[in-house]
Nanobody, 120 residues
Framework: QVQLVESGGGLVQPGGSLRLSCKAS????????MNWYRQAPGKERELVAF???????TYAYFVRGRFTFARDNAKNTVYLEMNNLKPEDTAVYYC??????????????WGQGTQVTVSS
C-alpha cells in the first residue's frame, strides 16, 4: 500500500508564492508517473502538471511559466513551486502518483488534497 501526504497550502495574496509538497511512503519499488491536479469549487478536477520518470514535465497552459515541478528521489517527495499566483489559482490541489509496488503490482495513489487560496 502506498500513501501520499500533502502539505504546503494556505492563503496568499495575488502575486505571491507557495510550495506544495507530496511525500510518498509504503512499499514502492518504482514510480512511473507523477501528477498534480487541482479542483476549484463548482468545477471539475483539472491536470496542472505531469511528468514520467526520466522525462520532462508538461504543464497546463494556465500555469506554464509560473509553476515548477520538482522531485527529491531520496525523500520520495514531489513538489509544486507556485509563483505569481492569481485568484483563479484558488483550488484544492492533489498529487497523484503511479508506479509499481515491491510485490510487482501496479499502484495509483492520491494525496488528501491541500487548499490554496489566493486573495487580497
Amino acid at each position: 500500500q502506498v500513501q501520499l501526504v500533502e502539505s504546503g497550502g494556505g492563503l496568499v495574496q495575488p502575486g505571491g508564492s507557495l510550495r506544495l509538497s507530496c511525500k510518498a511512503s509504503g512499499s514502492i519499488s518504482s514510480i512511473k508517473l507523477m501528477n498534480w491536479y487541482r479542483q476549484a469549487p463548482g468545477k471539475e478536477r483539472e491536470l496542472v502538471a505531469f511528468t514520467r520518470t526520466g522525462d520532462t514535465t508538461t504543464y497546463a497552459y494556465f500555469v506554464r511559466g509560473r509553476f515548477t515541478f520538482a522531485r527529491d528521489n531520496a525523500k520520495n517527495t514531489v513538489y509544486l513551486e507556485m509563483n505569481n499566483l492569481k485568484p483563479e489559482d484558488t483550488a484544492v490541489y492533489y498529487c497523484n502518483v503511479e508506479g509499481v509496488t515491491t510485490l510487482g503490482a501496479d499502484f495509483g495513489s492520491w494525496g488528501q488534497g491541500t487548499q490554496v487560496t489566493v486573495s487580497s
